[in-house]
């Protein structure tokens, strides 16, 4: 696929397919007109009269000129392939056995490997021509895995290059000559046999001695050889390893779970046979909220039970497939990044994530990066593109100097010593320069972003004059542009760039497009037609790689024999920039990542949390995980009963005998084909399920990835628009709620992150948490109070959406009975945890009326019950100080987590269950908009906006109505007396509990940096609010009398 060829703009439903040329400016290529040596790898190169060197006229094979004349000079003079003498060329010297040759060899132009496409050079070739390479395909001997009915060819291995033949359907043979590989090995002709590199490996062995006497490689160490056996035998060790929490940590931890469940198990007997009877209205509350906190507590804390860490191996990783001399056999990867509006989703912010994709330490022809526009904004096209342009600088530097991060606004930005380790003495100059172009980059985007705030009154012109096809967001047809690849793709010192592919897919009036969902299926599906890596990492766009070997620690899981086999997603925690020291609303969620993700990780996986994730590109398509032996069972005769099992007979009938005769005949053709795949092909129409797109359905197949071999280039194109069409997941099995499997992201809730993760975990897959030491993607998180609650309504929404959905965790998944218990309480969890607001609004209400009425929720309690109140809130405190203890997390963290939990639940979690009833069972769509004041342009200046929203009203009432309830209730006590003290204790215990967890919330409405400090303000207002009480209610001055005991004396007194 050539890069910059022009954007290709198409419908597949009206028949249309445009290309737009002129949009971008020519740039200088490197010419790749040559093959790889497939002695060195190193290119063949050209002779003096431009034409690609051919040593052997016989065969063909590519050697280039060094080897070539090593060969003639020290080596056997053969061909490796067809074992004919080599002849000498022209400009080679004269070696012994030349005598009876001319000077000038008149046969080297017989075979003038001319490319006869370039005399009919399509433009189609210009778009879709590419070597996508990904290292060689299967071997002859796995071709059984494309069906024939799938290809409508005879199947042959894929090296995961795109055709470069002209002729959709004819001559699919590629010629070894047409351009470089980067897993080489020879393609000859039929009924031509392999050079055998066992049986010349001396000869590539003496190769290497000669080029490291002339200064090409270095010279070979002599102690690698004695170190060769060392090094295979750590190569095949495993690539990662659980690391289970100490025991001294872990031990005590589950002691303290228990005793808890006890104590709780107690608390709540004692309060069930102790009403109050002068209040019970506020017992039945108060017990009722009671019993609900501790079921949620059970679903959240037993699956922590089996915490776990895990370390990877990178240098084995490298040692296996990576190894000195040959290609690189990592596998590739697909990355998504998803965007919608620019002006709400920053393009710097989105360009950033780009480059620190395209500068990843991953090799770049195993790295294909799609940018997803959803809101086919010309502001998103023409940012991307001035991207492209900036990483032909920016990613050489980053790989010349090793630099971390890189997404070059957080590099530049660190305070720290950016000279640390740093030893080539030209760093401080071409950082120094790298700067300022970064500087005038930004400056370009920032133009671009001023341009796009004024939309023109016959929409968007692009620089050749014609309209850009997205001017109409709702109505556009599908767009795709190639920024970097083959012919195109390469950096300002010639090395290869990763790909760079803009995606827009189509959308038209009266189609449902699934939002996030929709675009990232799209991706899945346009990707598959073009790369198809077995792979696929997904990004939001602000989200950027803040560890350059991310990929490679997700391969040290994925890649791994023993346990790859059986993981559908590695999933990364999410770390965050730009938030405040204290963490005020807990935004960086540390106790969710470092804690509940770790414990699910000993069951059965992570939740997938809609960004940083590895997936498995065959899990998304719904094939079940490979099965492995089973363990046989124990069996014993029928005179043994006592041990094992008895030995049943099979019984057979003639209905049976007639399906399993039926099922052998049909089943031949499949051989070949997995159990699950042969299941699909049997009982499932592959256009009903997939799509009618050939070259796509044939790529769902290919397990190790690559693309289809039967399609030309004019038929990818045409395939790459018609799988981003609008209509083309009608009547198909995309996203749907199916009963059995799934197919993509599923639709349905807002939250298909944890729904699609969820369905994988209940067909048998399991998923890995992988937290290497640098994280390993950081993004930008809202650290204003308005913000952040509308966010947390965000996914609240989606969890109660779930909870009524076919999906419930509480009824779904238990016919194949994949998914562990432990794991099923994570989910149910993670879908009831919003309907938790309810029992908490009323538990944060109940210290006040106890204070306005002077009845209390508990009756007197005895020495005895006290110890069951001790013990319990002993219990909370140790759960939570040894579950930091094994956890490393922080306990200001933990605090900050403890008090958001409450103002999110009585705020954003009680308005998600009021919009989720609503739009379940009303079908009432709510919304809630949030008004910005200004703020100063300060650090964390957003930090102090004030933005109304209805949010804010709930915890500002129960805040409120705390305040009063402990000014009226310290009141009341002064004016009646010592005795009236004792109770107001407890009273007063529960509202200062309620008061102290809603802090943050009071502090984000009057607090303000550089200011009166809050905590001031607030016990100001206090103290002065129970002076003022305090005056009116005893009025010193005036003499109060108290009447006769009515009760004692009797009315007639």
């Given at each position: ?499 760079l592919v803009y995606v827009s897919r189509e959308k038209r009036p009266g189609f449902q497009h699934h939002k996030k969902a929709g675009a990232m299926n799209a991706l899945v599906r346009v990707s598959a037609v073009l790369t198809n890596a077995p792979f696929m990492l997904n990004l939001d766009c602000d989200h950027y790689i803040n560890n350059s070997k991310a990929a490679r620690e997700a391969m040290c899981f994925l890649m791994d024999p023993q346990v790859g086999r059986n993981v559908c997603y590695v999933q990364f925690p999410q770390r965050f920039d730009g938030i405040d020291l204290h963490d005020r609303y807990a ?170 993760g969820f369905k994988m975990h209940c067909r048998g897959w399991r998923s890995i948490y992988c937290m290497p030491k640098r994280p390993a993607f950081k993004g930008s998180a809202p650290i204003n109070l308005s913000d952040r609650l509308n966010q947390v309504l965000r996914w609240a929404l989606g969890s109660v959406e779930i909870f009524f959905s076919r999906h419930s965790p509480l009824c779904y998944g238990y016919k194949g009975g994949h998914l562990k218990w432990l794991e099923r309480f994570a989910y149910i969890n993670t879908t009831i945890y919003p309907f938790t607001a309810l029992p908490l609004l009323a538990y ?210």
């Amino acid at each position: 696929m050539e890069a910059s060829a022009g954007l290709v703009a198409g419908s597949h439903n009206r028949n249309e397919l445009v290309v737009i040329h002129g949009h971008e400016e020519p740039k200088s290529l490197k010419s790749l007109d040559g093959q790889v040596c497939e002695i060195c790898g190193d290119e063949v190169g050209l002779t003096t009269d431009g034409d690609l060197f051919v040593a052997c006229n016989e065969c063909g094979f590519p050697v280039c000129r060094p080897c070539y004349e090593y060969e003639r000079r020290e080596g056997s003079q053969l061909c490796p392939q067809c074992k004919t003498r080599y002849k000498r060329l022209k400009g080679s010297p004269r070696v012994e056995g030349d005598e009876d040759e001319e000077d000038i060899d008149d046969i080297e132009h017989e075979f003038n490997i001319e490319d006869e496409q370039n005399k009919q050079k399509h433009l189609t070739d210009a778009l879709l021509y590419g070597k996508m390479s990904y290292g060689r395909g299967p071997d002859d001997e796995e071709n059984s895995q494309f069906p024939p009915v799938i290809t409508n060819a005879r199947s042959r291995p894929v090296s995961g290059e795109f055709p470069i033949s002209n002729h959709a359907y004819g001559d699919q043979m590629l010629s070894s000559s047409l351009h470089k590989r980067v897993h080489p090995y020879p393609l000859s002709e039929s009924g031509s046999t392999r050079w055998d590199e066992k049986k010349e490996a001396g000869w590539k062995e003496r190769m290497d001695d000669w080029k490291s006497k002339q200064g090409n490689l270095a010279g070979p160490d002599p102690d690698d050889a004695m170190d060769a056996d060392p090094m295979m035998d750590e190569a095949r060790q495993p690539l990662s390893r659980k690391v289970p929490i100490a025991s001294s940590k872990i031990n005590p931890y589950r002691m303290v779970i228990v005793t808890r469940l006890i104590v709780l198990a107690l608390f709540l007997r004692y309060r069930l046979l102790n009403p109050v009877h002068d209040a019970i209205g506020l017992w039945l509350t108060s017990v009722a909220c009671e019993i609900w906190f501790a079921m949620s507590w059970i679903l959240d804390q037993f699956p922590k039970w089996l915490p776990i860490d895990r370390e990877t191996y990178l240098d084995r990783l490298s040692l296996r497939y990576e190894r000195e001399g040959e290609p690189s056999m990592l596998c590739p990867v697909d990355i998504f990044v998803s965007t919608v509006d620019p002006l709400k989703e920053p393009p710097l912010v989105t360009s950033n994530t780009v480059l620190s994709i395209l500068a990843m330490d991953y090799p770049v022809d195993k790295i294909s990066c799609y940018v997803s526009d959803d809101g086919a904004s010309m502001l998103t096209f023409e940012s991307l593109s001035e991207t492209a342009e900036f990483a032909r600088k920016w990613v050489p530097f980053c790989k010349k100097f090793a630099i971390e991060p890189r997404a070059p606004e957080m590099y530049f930005s660190l305070k720290i010593d950016y000279l640390k380790d740093k030893v080539q003495p030209t760093f401080v100059k071409e950082r120094r320069a790298m700067k300022r172009e970064y500087e005038e980059f930004k400056v370009r985007i920032n133009a671009l972003v001023a341009k796009a705030m004024k939309v023109p009154p016959e929409g968007w012109i692009m620089q050749d004059g014609t309209p850009w096809p997205g001017n109409n967001t709702k109505d556009h047809p599908g767009m795709i542009q190639v920024f970097l690849g083959h012919s195109g793709g390469y950096d300002s010192e010639g090395n290869e760039l990763p790909r760079l592919v803009y995606v827009s897919r189509e959308k038209r009036p009266g189609f449902q497009h699934h939002k996030k969902a929709g675009a990232m299926n799209a991706l899945v599906r346009v990707s598959a037609v073009l790369t198809n890596a077995p792979f696929m990492l997904n990004l939001d766009c602000d989200h950027y790689i803040n560890n350059s070997k991310a990929a490679r620690e997700a391969m040290c899981f994925l890649m791994d024999p023993q346990v790859g086999r059986n993981v559908c997603y590695v999933q990364f925690p999410q770390r965050f920039d730009g938030i405040d020291l204290h963490d005020r609303y807990a935004n960086r969620n540390t106790v969710f990542f470092d804690i509940n993700m770790k414990g699910l990780d000993g069951i059965q996986g992570p939740v997938y949390v809609g960004t940083g994730c590895v997936f498995r590109r065959q899990a998304l398509y719904g094939y079940n995980p490979p099965k492995g032996p089973k363990r046989p069972k124990m069996v014993t005769c029928a005179c043994c009963p006592c041990f094992g099992r008895r030995k049943k007979l099979p019984k057979y009938s003639e209905k049976d005998t007639t399906n399993a005769a039926a099922a052998n005949g049909d089943g031949s053709s499949l051989q070949g084909i997995d159990e699950d795949k042969e299941l699909l092909m049997s009982q499932m129409n592959f256009e009903k399920r997939f799509g009618q797109s050939a070259a796509f359905v044939t790529s769902t197949l290919m397990e190790q990835g690559g693309v289809p071999p039967s399609s030309s280039p004019a038929a990818l194109l045409k395939e790459a628009i018609h799988v981003i069409s609008c209509g083309y997941e009608d009547k198909t099995d995309w996203g749907l709620e199916l009963l059995i499997v799934q197919l993509g992201w599923i639709y349905g809730s807002i939250t298909e992150d944890i729904l699609t993760g969820f369905k994988m975990h209940c067909r048998g897959w399991r998923s890995i948490y992988c937290m290497p030491k640098r994280p390993a993607f950081k993004g930008s998180a809202p650290i204003n109070l308005s913000d952040r609650l509308n966010q947390v309504l965000r996914w609240a929404l989606g969890s109660v959406e779930i909870f009524f959905s076919r999906h419930s965790p509480l009824c779904y998944g238990y016919k194949g009975g994949h998914l562990k218990w432990l794991e099923r309480f994570a989910y149910i969890n993670t879908t009831i945890y919003p309907f938790t607001a309810l029992p908490l609004l009323a538990y944060c209400t109940l210290p006040a009326v106890c204070l306005l009425t002077g009845k209390f929720i508990m009756p007197e309690i005895s020495t005895l019950a006290s110890l069951f109140f001790i013990g319990l809130f002993i219990s909370i405190f140790a759960t939570g100080i040894l579950e930091l203890r094994w956890s490393g997390v922080s306990i200001e963290e933990w605090w900050r987590n403890e008090q958001f939990w409450v103002i999110g639940g009585v705020s954003a979690h009680l308005f998600a269950v009021i919009q989720g009833l609503l739009k379940i069972f009303a079908g009432i769509e709510t919304s809630f908009t949030v008004t910005s004041k200004a703020t100063d342009d300060e650090e964390f200046g957003e930090l102090y906006a004030f933005k109304w929203t209805t949010l804010l009203i709930p915890p500002t009432t129960v805040l409120i109505i705390n305040l009063v309830g402990v000014v009226a209730g310290i009141s009341d006590a002064i004016n009646n007396g010592y005795q009236s003290w004792g109770p107001l204790f407890g009273k007063l215990f529960f509202a200062f509990w309620v008061i102290v967890h809603l802090y943050p919330f009071l502090k984000g409405l009057m607090g303000r940096q550089n200011r009166t400090p809050t905590i001031v303000v607030i016990w100001s207002v206090l103290l002065a609010s129970i002076f003022s009480l305090l005056w009116v209610r005893i009025d010193p001055f005036v003499l109060k009398t108290k009447g006769p005991d009515v009760k004692q004396c009797g009315i007639n007194c």
